[in-house]
């Protein structure tokens, strides 16, 4: 049986590595008495993994992780398989629903988009209240032909000057007198993908903020996917 776990990792877990949240779901799949089905090969590994990876320090209200189990789903349906798993996760891994999959592909695979909310905080002296207004802010960042920024290559050492404007399916800017919101849309997945990183570069360099990063938080809202899971 193949099975679908909606997940939310928020607080300071999300300071958790996604290898580390990875041995967590195996050591309590197998605490639980869920026996996971395992790959063929030399070096075989259990059949689970998560829809899109999610960086150090970002939290998220919407995760996915899939599985297949070796049982075919009559000693242990899926209610009873996310009670035992729900009494072993740590504070922070909030385990919402879990839904039998009959997608053919992974999750990763069938993932297009994922919405981010930014929030950086912003110093009086550094707020153009000249440009502070959502329309404005909008026009001022999306109205830009081209978003350049650098991005590091994997096989490369130099970083590589990139346009991220196509990469970028919607933006909304929400200005207050201590920070700025951003809710953002932005490609995920296989074909095409844009960390959110490379937006905040470019929004505090356009916009002359010079925030810290570790001042700035990063939440995962929603994962779209080019088809139903279930």
């Known amino acids: 049986m193949k099975y679908v776990i909606r997940f939310q990792k928020t607080g300071v877990i999300c300071y958790t590595s996604h290898l580390d949240i990875m041995k967590v779901f195996k050591r309590s799949f197998k605490r639980a008495g869920i026996r996971l089905a395992y790959s063929q090969g030399f070096n075989p590994h259990p059949k689970m993994g998560f829809a899109q990876p999610l960086s150090l320090g970002y939290e998220s209200l919407d995760e996915y992780i899939e599985f297949e189990t070796a049982d075919d789903g009559s000693q ?9 798993m729900r009494a072993l996760m740590p504070e922070g891994l909030d385990l919402i629903s879990i839904e039998e999959a009959t997608h053919p592909k992974t999750l990763a695979a069938n993932t297009v988009a994922a919405e981010y909310r930014v929030t950086i905080p912003v110093k009086e002296e550094e707020r153009p209240d000249a440009l502070w207004d959502a329309r404005t802010l909008w026009q001022n960042y999306m109205g830009q032909e081209n ?24 933006m909304l800017f929400y200005p207050s ?30 916009f002359g903020l010079t925030t810290p990063r570790n001042e700035i938080g990063v939440t995962r809202t929603k994962i779209h996917f080019k088809e139903h899971l279930t």
């Open 147 to 170: 978003i350049l920024t650098l991005k590091k290559q994997k096989k490369k050492k130099e970083p590589v000057l990139v346009d991220i404007r196509s990469k970028i399916q919607e």
């Open 76 to 84: 242990i349906g899926a209610e009873e398989i996310l009670a035992r």
């Open 177 to 206: 007198e201590e920070e700025l919101q951003l809710d953002m849309k932005l490609d995920s997945g296989s074909d095409s993908n844009l960390s959110p990183e490379l937006v905040i570069t470019t929004v505090l360099e356009r």
